[in-house]
């Protein structure tokens, strides 16, 4: 069995998307997920599964969509995904509370940042299905435009790293 995070967008962020994670294991162990396990508020969770990466996803964000009335976007990746996510950050100088990773459905175009408008210093670096960003005054206040990220859900580095760390214990489990 596969070890995957799921990372779903717009749950328990601001009021909207309200979802707590006791029904989200409950969800993910009634579509055969094992090993269920959530982390923090903001839609992760981690699981075992036999099926493709896609055929989770799926299966999840459908599951999700007749639970909350619409389909919240679900992102899966793989442990190693996770690791070379974390290995590959940019922005060393970053806080990485400062450092936020976006993961998106598919791969973004090579002209993704031409549209963005940072008036704080942001930084960003495309990387696959990835966008980091690098807020240096923290992402609250942040007026940054970037349409890229609109079909996504960002982690913070810290998150990335104790999500892949919860991957790893459950892989050797």
Same mark, same amino acid.
């Given at each position: 069995m596969y070890v995957y995070v799921a990372l779903l967008r717009?749950?328990?962020v601001g009021g909207t998307g309200s979802l707590p994670m006791a029904? %989200?294991?409950?969800?993910c162990e009634g579509l055969g997920f094992a090993d269920v396990k959530t982390y923090i508020q903001s839609g992760n969770v981690?699981?075992?599964s036999d099926e493709s990466e896609k055929a989770v996803e799926a299966k999840l964000d459908e599951a999700l969509?007749?639970?909350m009335g619409k389909r919240p976007g679900v992102m899966v990746r793989?442990?190693?995904e996770l690791s070379d996510i974390i290995a590959n950050a940019p922005f060393p100088h970053a806080k990485p509370n400062f450092l936020l990773v976006y993961f %998106?459905?598919?791969k973004t175009p090579g002209d993704a940042l031409d549209k963005m408008v940072a008036p704080d210093g942001e930084e960003a670096k495309l990387a696959g299905r990835e966008i980091y960003v690098h807020y240096p005054n923290g992402s609250?206040?942040?007026? %940054?435009k970037l349409p890229a990220l609109k079909p996504g859900t960002?982690?913070? %580095?810290?998150t990335v790293r104790k999500l892949a760390e919860m991957a790893a214990d459950m892989e050797a489990g």
């Open positions: 717009a749950v328990n029904e %989200l294991k409950v969800i981690l699981f075992r969509g007749q639970k793989s442990l190693k %998106l459905p598919e609250g206040r942040s007026k %940054l960002s982690r913070n %580095l810290n």
